[in-house]
């Protein structure tokens, strides 16, 4: 009869959990069978003015008036309740299984942000105080088993200075924003156990550790169950009397071992006794620091072989959930996001993330680098204590994760430096003392974990390392600035520099990395909604150029409130980079090849018609592929678009370039001839192995700078006269909104209803035939066109808003959503065509609107282009432009679709042409 119950009430919580959100057990490495999952509807009540405790409200007379989505933190949408104050409270019914009666129940809190005390029919049962890791409260002396009894919770959400606030302004995590649930565990339970793997001994260390002494009077059996291809190799040991640990090695012959390609886990039970068994799991891996071979660059290596890193900052939002997210299939979707454009880690920044996440990171083969969130006060003594308290806690959390290869203890100084007056002058100094302090939370890191990599402060802004395992860095830049600075770095660190670390502290054998890159912050206000593609572009072909440099990591995985420089939008929609239309094959994953080919920083280059131009090219491998031989195909193909837009290719050949495992080097450049025409040039470059088989693609851009012709040749042979003006040279224009001119005209804009017109003056009457041809994109009004005014300096961190097309070097990259406009063509007032523009697109494609860009920190309509457009001229209109002599061509934004019209020059866009008229 016990068992029948026990398997009614499972299905019953089966049936339970597809109708409550997140419904999976929250520790996929730390899971007891016997568990009670309490996501979904709870009344909710805010308590405004704090009176909730003076009116007794956790005994649960008071009625509650709204409802709330546990584990969803109030104010994210789908929590479904408004952010109206700092302290609420939560309450349900829960009925503990007769069948838990001979066991001890508790009550866990994946984590609840900040203060929360819990109560059970009145009673309170404990209270945690802390934002990001989890805490549990024994229910078991209140139970009163198989009967309906209120759980209440008080949390007190109240910001303060001293708390791990990290970046919640990005979205709070107010109150509980992780699974609560009930478990089962035995009279003698285990608090933590660690899985210490040695694969250079082909062994485990195993520690359990009981949250209590064992008092039983005798040995408690300790049974370890390790699955593997074949036999699960089974320990039994003994957890002695009076003792609250135990520590032993079990060999692991012939191991599996987890690493990117090949993300093996052990699946593990531990079972102490009758009554407490776990479900958990490992991973066989080692961390640590190898020099990368042919030279002496420290490098982080995996399993003894160095990785070259290639990692994005996860801020880990979801604009609906904030800090949770909705499913576990979204968590498992992020993970194989960052893998499928071929990256192979990511630092949740400024968060300790939720377990399901990781173990996704863990089960799908993802490094990690793990950030303690920070206070953003002073470092006084309740901050410090706050951080030495979490600390630990997320290390123990954590510590079975394979993915996790650093802790990193701080970012960039935040809430490190103290106010003090210099000169009768109040300055924001990171002290010594601090400094000293932040050596011993790195030692104490060290000493609860020291099998990983520990990095004392993720570095910016001014302030500098003391003692770290990692030498990392910030730098946010545009994309031409990346070569003088990566090679003055190169120069100035070494064994023993100053560079990068405080008065005191000096460089070690640390691997160099990036820890945050890209252009968000390189532009001044930062960039706004752009095209991140293009620096982005410079910037991996630059970082390639200098092995000494051991990685980067990238800013960032997702869009943010006030940074929209992700490779993702907030809500996971697409972007899209436009290299796959630039080189057949490529895609954002070849930015991230191991095996690469780089033409260094420079990605576009003004040429002479028939110039001999030289392309250096660099051999990046970050691989021990022996299979390759010794030798690579590089296919070399010259393709683009002459001045009427026309697509022509100029030359094909292949060149053999050598190749071993981990070769970085510049190799022989290539010696290309230019089109003796003007012409936007495309230099596709693909390599591969000697079956042919493609390894990686690159682009690089040339720009021919020529006079317009007269006289062109057409695709079919055919001669045809060339009439072409500015695209600033509108005759008229009328627009309901706003008519603007970009970089003194190399691109004009009219957004709303409205019109531009052109008038083409013909040299003769001579032609049979004649076709207007432009470059034209849809236009959306921005924020920025708008209002001129720059974005105030507010503290975004701390929750400011803007929108992403305010921001004056805005220009929103090419995405899901398109904003097209309908555009009809007369030409001498009769009607020739509509035509749909599709978008207001900004992407690598708008070669043009890049390449001209002034060498400032600051940008116009970077990226952006439009479609080629080809109207025939209608047989009446010509007849009238044989009697007046010019062409008058009317393009007009209809009213049905969102309006608006982008004319692009030949320095502006994607296509080297200006409107023009040709006549054959």
Request: charged content about 25%.
């Amino acid at each position: 009869m016990k068992n029948l119950v026990t398997v009614l009430f499972c299905l019953f919580i089966t049936t339970l959990q597809a109708k409550i959100p997140l419904p999976e057990h929250p520790r996929p490495d730390f899971e007891r069978a016997d568990w009670q999952n309490l996501n979904g509807d709870w009344a909710f009540e805010f308590d405004k003015e704090d009176l909730g405790l003076k009116e007794n409200w956790a005994k649960g007379t008071k009625s509650f008036s709204k409802t709330i989505k546990v584990p969803f933190p109030w104010g994210a949408p789908l929590s479904g309740v408004q952010d109206e104050a700092d302290i609420a409270w939560y309450k349900r019914e829960i009925n503990v299984p007769t069948a838990w009666a001979s066991r001890r129940t508790f009550l866990t809190i994946g984590a609840s942000d900040w203060e929360t005390t819990v109560f059970l029919d009145g009673n309170e049962v404990g209270k945690f105080q802390g934002g990001y890791v989890p805490f549990s409260f024994e229910l078991t002396k209140y139970l009163k088993y198989g009967q309906n009894q209120a759980l209440i919770i008080r949390v007190d959400d109240k910001r303060r200075d001293f708390a791990l606030y990290g970046k919640q302004g990005y979205g709070n995590a107010r109150g509980i924003w992780q699974t609560v649930y009930l478990e089962a565990r035995g009279q003698n339970y285990i608090s933590s156990f660690r899985f210490e793997p040695d694969i250079d001994k082909q062994k485990v260390k195993v520690v359990v550790h009981l949250a209590e002494p064992n008092k039983t009077g005798k040995n408690l059996p300790l049974k370890l169950i390790i699955k593997t291809d074949n036999q699960p190799i089974e320990v039994s040991q003994q957890m002695a009397n009076n003792a609250s640990s135990v520590s032993f090695e079990v060999a692991i012959p012939n191991a599996r071992l987890w690493s990117l390609e090949n993300p093996y886990l052990y699946e593990t039970s531990i079972t102490l006794g009758s009554d407490e068994q776990i479900k958990t799991y490992f991973g066989m891996r080692k961390i640590s620091v190898v020099n990368l071979p042919h030279t002496d660059y420290p490098y982080i290596a995996l399993n003894n072989k160095p990785i070259y890193l290639q990692l994005t900052l996860d801020q880990s939002y979801h604009p609906d959930g904030y800090y949770t997210f909705p499913s576990d299939q979204f968590m498992k979707e992020e993970i194989l996001r960052t893998k499928q454009i071929g990256l192979n880690g990511i630092r949740t920044h400024i968060k300790i993330d939720i377990p399901r996440k990781l173990y996704w990171a863990d089960k799908l083969g993802v490094l990690v680098m793990a950030d303690l969130p920070n206070f953003w006060g002073e470092p006084n003594a309740e901050a410090r204590a706050e951080s030495e308290k979490t600390l630990p806690l997320m290390i123990e959390r954590d510590f079975n994760h394979p993915a996790i290869f650093s802790w990193i203890i701080f970012n960039e100084t935040w809430g490190l430096r103290t106010n003090v007056q210099e000169n009768g002058k109040e300055v924001h100094k990171y002290l010594p003392e601090t400094q000293k302090w932040v050596v011993s939370m790195v030692e104490k890191a060290k000493k609860l974990d020291p099998t990983r990599l520990v990095e004392d402060n993720s570095i910016c802004c001014g302030a500098g390392h003391t003692v770290t395992d990692i030498n990392s860095w910030h730098e946010y830049l545009p994309g031409w600035e990346w070569e003088n600075y990566l090679s003055n770095l190169v120069k100035n660190t070494y064994e023993g520099s100053l560079h990068h670390f405080e008065v005191g502290y000096k460089q070690g054998r640390q691997p160099n990395i990036n820890s945050e890159c890209g252009n968000v912050w390189g532009y001044e206000g930062s960039t706004g909604d752009v095209d991140w593609s293009w620096d982005y572009h410079r910037m991996i072909n630059t970082f390639r150029k200098y092995p000494k440099v051991a990685g980067w990591l990238y800013t960032e995985h997702h869009d943010v409130i006030n940074e929209w420089n992700g490779y993702w939008r907030y809500d996971r929609s697409n972007k899209f980079t436009g290299l796959e239309e630039m080189v057949e094959g490529m895609s954002l994953k070849d930015l991230h090849s191991l095996i690469y080919l780089s033409t260094g920083n420079e990605i576009s280059k003004t040429v002479k018609p028939n110039e001999r131009v030289r392309v250096p090219l660099y051999l990046s491998s970050m691989t021990d592929r022996s299979d390759l031989g010794d030798k690579l195909t590089l296919q070399v193909k010259m393709y683009g678009y002459d001045a009427i837009g026309q697509k022509k290719t100029w030359g094909t050949r292949t060149e053999t370039l050598p190749y071993k495992p981990y070769i970085n080097q510049e190799v022989e450049s290539l010696l290309l001839t230019m089109p003796n025409e003007k012409a936007v040039v495309t230099l596709a470059l693909t390599l591969q192995d000697q079956a042919g088989n493609d390894l990686h693609h690159n682009v690089m851009n040339f720009i021919v700078e020529a006079s317009t012709p007269q006289e062109i040749n057409l695709l079919n042979g055919k001669k045809a006269q060339l009439v072409s003006v500015e695209a600033k040279d509108f005759s008229q224009a009328k627009w309901s909104a706003k008519q603007w001119n970009v970089m003194e005209g190399a691109k004009v804009n009219g957004t709303g209803s409205g019109y531009f017109e052109y008038r083409f003056k013909l040299p003769s009457n001579d032609f049979g035939n004649a076709t207007f041809i432009a470059e034209l994109g849809a236009k959306q009004l921005f924020v920025k066109d708008i209002d001129q005014e720059k974005i105030k300096d507010d503290n975004y961190m701390l929750g400011a808003r803007v929108a992403p097309d305010k921001n004056p070097n805005s220009y929103p990259m090419t995405d899901e959503t398109l904003f097209p406009s309908l555009v009809s063509v007369s030409v001498n007032g009769i009607f020739a065509q509509q035509v749909e523009l599709p978008d207001d697109p900004a992407d690598h494609r708008g070669v043009l609107s890049w390449h001209y860009q002034p060498k400032v920190r600051k940008l116009n309509e970077a990226g952006s282009y439009g479609y080629k457009v080809a109207i025939n001229v209608p047989k009446e209109a010509l007849d009238l432009a044989r009697k007046t002599g010019e062409l008058v061509i009317r393009l007009t934004a209809e009213n049905g679709l969102s309006g608006g019209i982008a004319v692009y020059g030949d320095r502006f866009g994607r296509y080297a042409i200006n409107p023009c008229v040709i006549l054959y």
